[in-house]
């Protein structure tokens, strides 16, 4: 299994930014990792996901907004978020899994996830 800590989160107002950052203990190479977010009410929706080779994937309801960034070294994953909305309030979770998998309930270790808040 892999250790995961997010850090990064915190309050902003509408518009404004954060950055998110995921640190994987050992070698997380070979393995997908992603953001996921929980909102109040709500299951897990994957937000990004990185898979081994690079290839990046964003939910529709994040792309022009979010970035992963590509140069993070291979146990990390920072997210960047800019243009936030209140709809974006939710408890972040980084995750890593085999696959980058759309479904929450196939991915393997997870974060204690970190909360953003959007006012």
């Known amino acids: 299994h892999v250790q995961l800590v997010e850090s990064g989160g915190g309050s902003a107002q509408t518009g404004g930014s954060l950055r998110l950052s995921c640190r994987a203990s050992?070698?997380?190479?070979?393995?997908?990792m992603a953001w996921f977010r929980q909102r109040v009410g709500a299951g897990r929706e994957r937000v990004a996901a990185?898979?081994?080779?690079?290839?990046?994937a964003y939910a529709d309801f994040v792309k022009g907004r979010f970035t992963v960034s590509p140069e993070t070294p291979k146990n990390t994953l920072d997210l960047q978020m800019n243009g936030l909305q209140s709809g974006d309030t939710a408890m972040y979770y980084c995750?890593?899994?085999?696959?980058?998998?759309?479904?929450?309930?196939?991915?393997?270790?997870w974060g204690q996830g970190t909360q953003v808040t959007v006012s």
């Open positions: 995750a890593t899994s085999l696959a980058c998998h759309t479904s929450a309930s196939m991915w393997d270790d």
């Open positions: 050992g070698d997380s190479s070979t393995l997908c």
């Open positions: 990185r898979a081994s080779d690079g290839r990046i």
